[in-house]
T-cell receptor, first 117, second 118 residues
Framework: AQTVTQSQPEMSVQEAETVTLSCTYDTSESDYYLFWYKQPPSRQMILVIRQEAYKQQNATENRFSVNFQKAAKSFSLKISDSQLGDAAMYFCAYRSGANFGNEKLTFGTGTRLTIIP | GAGVSQSPRYKVAKRGQDVALRCDPISGHVSLFWYQQALGQGPEFLTYFQNEAQLDKSGLPSDRFFAERPEGSVSTLKIQRTQQEDSAVYLC????????????????FGPGTRLTVL
């Protein structure tokens, strides 16, 4: 079974600074996808960024980018120019690429990010 | 267009009561997932539907949990004889899931139902 580990329960960053959230995972599969989801206090989970394992290029979405190290099974999220609206729980998630259609996600325990004005 | 909606947003039940949680996925989405999120934890998979077919229920914690999606759209998660350990937020997610469609596997989540069992 796949596992996802987020070793930082809480992180804080000054507004406009850069912060990196860590995630490691364990799998024996070669085809998979990785995601970062954001969950604000309102509870609605929002996709931040996704990475296909077969792609060597790291995904980026505006101020959000990942550092995907496949051999090390590491998938960190970098948030640049942090904004107050970035405050939330961030979850790293894994999905097997083996079964089309059953894209169930395996989540880590989350990192609570606080933005300091 | 409307996102995934769930009702009720909050539910308080006495131990032993039955509850029913509703999920309205995004129109046209083929895949529907239920997750359970305990306090301070990440969501954990419960069950998965492709249209009306329940293809994976491996995450349901006991036979007290039952889910259905009879017409391939709205889904209901039912918990019988609720126990205190059932207290959690129940999240529903849906995805378009078009074979070969890049990104169509993206799951869109609802706001969840917070269940408290007293």
């Amino acid at each position: 079974a796949q596992t996802v580990t987020q070793s930082q329960p809480e992180m804080s960053v000054q507004e406009a600074e850069t912060v990196t959230l860590s995630c490691t995972y364990d799998t024996s599969e070669s085809d998979y996808y990785l995601f970062w989801y954001k969950q604000p206090p309102s509870r609605q989970m929002i996709l931040v960024i996704r990475q296909e394992a077969y792609k060597q290029q790291n995904a980026t979405e505006n101020r959000f980018s990942v550092n995907f190290q496949k051999a090390a099974k590491s998938f960190s999220l970098k948030i640049s120019d942090s904004q107050l609206g970035d405050a939330a729980m961030y979850f790293c998630a894994y999905r097997s690429g083996a079964n089309f259609g059953n894209e169930k996600l395996t989540f880590g325990t989350g990192t609570r990010l606080t933005i300091i004005p | 267009g409307a996102g995934v909606s769930q009702s009720p947003r909050y539910k308080v039940a006495k131990r032993g009561q039955d509850v029913a949680l509703r999920c309205d996925p995004i129109s046209g989405h083929v895949s529907l997932f239920w997750y359970q999120q305990a306090l301070g934890q990440g969501p954990e998979f419960l069950t998965y539907f492709q249209n009306e077919a329940q293809l994976d229920k491996s995450g349901l914690p006991s036979d007290r949990f039952f889910a259905e999606r009879p017409e391939g759209s709205v889904s209901t998660l039912k918990i019988q004889r609720t126990q205190q350990e059932d207290s959690a937020v129940y999240l529903c997610a849906s995805s378009l899931a078009v074979r070969g469609g890049r990104g169509t596997d993206t799951q869109y989540f609802g706001p969840g139902t917070r269940l408290t069992v007293l």
